[in-house]
């Protein structure tokens, strides 16, 4: 697919310094882009590849114009510019309706006819599915599951009993959505299971990244809001709930019944003690280890970073004696405090 160069900028909301016939047909980097590419700069990092460039045009912010040897379409957020170029360039077309011979499809399921369903899927008893759904290869859709309009399984993809998906969510493969959550009574030394009897509701343009799983609720459902975006092997305990337009990189783990405002942003490895509640607009940096919850928005950090392992090391048996000096210090303190009253 191509386009003018005119056209983008119109689309972008851009300011555009060059030729408007000029044509572009596909994104690269600045270091490897040639004529008929658009390119971004986004990172300061990058700049240094700048005046270099190949690219027929960059999409860039009104600080790097002067800098820019080709064609610019000026943006306050160029990696914005660049996600909505690379996505008018590179359109995924999906296939027409069809059901694959191989796929098992219940009688008893509402199947919209512009639907398409990969081969060795199973779609069992009451499931629903909406307008252009893609439901790919070894895909498992489970009783009285609701797939909204033009969502996607990409493949094998598991939405258990009572799963609710919104609109235009994009599954990744491998994901598991609505298994058990993980409740346990202690008897006496032995472990009892707690039924999970809630489900998962999925609102609209939800993406959920590969072998990432979302457990069901214990009594009241596991609720991620429109517009989430949740990266690769997360862990999303049962009954938690994640609120509009947050971000959660990969392998962080939420355990249950945590509740996550509206426009968060969670780092990678973050792990998020339960039943915490974190305010809208926290940005938890990678890594975090949150044991407690957060009530103002900001952005927020914990443990340490990488240091030479003879420092890491010294370091280390420091904090193990951290509470013997306290209590030095404090005894100190307390002897201070007896002679100046003398």
């Given at each position: 697919?191509?386009?003018?160069?005119?056209?983008?900028?119109?689309?972008?909301?851009?300011?555009?310094?060059?030729?408007?016939?000029?044509?572009?047909?596909?994104?690269?980097?600045?270091?490897c882009a040639s004529p008929g590419s658009v390119?971004?700069?986004?990172?300061?990092?990058?700049?240094?590849?700048?005046?270099?460039?190949?690219?027929?045009?960059?999409?860039?912010?009104?600080?790097?114009?002067?800098?820019?040897?080709?064609?610019?379409?000026?943006?306050?957020?160029?990696?914005?510019?660049?996600?909505?170029?690379?996505?008018?360039?590179?359109?995924?077309?999906?296939?027409?309706?069809?059901?694959?011979?191989?796929?098992?499809?219940?009688?008893?399921?509402?199947?919209?006819?512009?639907?398409?369903?990969?081969?060795?899927?199973?779609?069992?008893?009451?499931?629903?599915?909406?307008?252009?759904?893609?439901?790919?290869?070894?895909?498992?859709?489970?009783?009285?599951?609701?797939?909204?309009?033009?969502?996607?399984?990409?493949?094998?993809?598991?939405?258990?009993?009572?799963?609710?998906?919104?609109?235009?969510?994009?599954?990744?493969?491998?994901?598991?959505?609505?298994?058990?959550?993980?409740?346990?009574?202690?008897?006496?030394?032995?472990?009892?299971?707690?039924?999970?009897?809630?489900?998962?509701?999925?609102?609209?343009?939800?993406?959920?990244?590969?072998?990432?799983?979302?457990?069901?609720?214990?009594?009241?459902?596991?609720?991620?809001?429109?517009?989430?975006?949740?990266?690769?092997?997360?862990?999303?305990?049962?009954?938690?709930?994640?609120?509009?337009?947050?971000?959660?990189?990969?392998?962080?783990?939420?355990?249950?019944?945590?509740?996550?405002?509206?426009?968060?942003?969670?780092?990678?490895?973050?792990?998020?003690?339960?039943?915490?509640?974190?305010?809208?607009?926290?940005?938890?940096?990678?890594?975090?280890?949150?044991?407690?919850?957060?009530?103002?928005?900001?952005?927020?950090?914990?443990?340490?970073?990488?240091?030479?392992?003879?420092?890491?090391?010294?370091?280390?048996?420091?904090?193990?004696?951290?509470?013997?000096?306290?209590?030095?210090?404090?005894?100190?303190?307390?002897?201070?405090?007896?002679?100046?009253?003398?």
């Amino acid at each position: 697919m191509s386009i003018l160069l005119g056209k983008l900028a119109e689309t972008l909301g851009a300011e555009l310094h060059g030729d408007e016939d000029c044509r572009i047909d596909r994104v690269a980097t600045l270091q490897c882009a040639s004529p008929g590419s658009v390119s971004f700069l986004a990172n300061r990092r990058y700049r240094t590849y700048l005046p270099n460039t190949r690219a027929s045009a960059v999409i860039l912010s009104s600080a790097d114009l002067s800098e820019c040897p080709v064609f610019s379409l000026v943006l306050d957020n160029p990696y914005l510019g660049y996600a909505r170029t690379a996505a008018l360039l590179s359109p995924r077309s999906l296939p027409s309706h069809s059901i694959h011979s191989s796929a098992w499809v219940s009688p008893k399921a509402i199947v919209h006819e512009t639907a398409w369903i990969g081969p060795q899927a199973v779609i069992e008893d009451g499931v629903s599915i909406g307008e252009g759904v893609y439901i790919g290869a070894g895909c498992t859709v489970d009783q009285r599951v609701v797939i909204g309009d033009y969502s996607q399984l990409t493949a094998n993809v598991t939405l258990c009993r009572n799963v609710v998906v919104g609109k235009r969510v994009l599954i990744h493969p491998g994901v598991v959505v609505g298994s058990d959550g993980f409740g346990i009574a202690n008897d006496n030394g032995a472990w009892v299971k707690v039924p999970q009897l809630g489900a998962v509701r999925i609102g609209d343009d939800v993406e959920i990244g590969a072998n990432t799983t979302v457990d069901r609720g214990a009594l009241e459902d596991t609720i991620l809001e429109n517009g989430v975006k949740i990266d690769n092997q997360v862990q999303v305990g049962h009954n938690v709930f994640i609120g509009a337009h947050t971000a959660i990189a990969g392998c962080v783990a939420i355990a249950g019944s945590v509740r996550i405002g509206k426009r968060c942003v969670v780092g990678g490895s973050t792990a998020i003690a339960g039943h915490l509640e974190i305010a809208d607009g926290v940005y938890l940096t990678g890594a975090s280890q949150v044991t407690k919850s957060i009530s103002k928005p900001g952005i927020y950090s914990s443990w340490i970073s990488v240091q030479e392992s003879f420092v890491w090391r010294k370091n280390v048996a420091r904090l193990h004696q951290l509470d013997e000096i306290a209590r030095r210090i404090k005894a100190l303190e307390g002897s201070s405090k007896v002679q100046g009253s003398c």
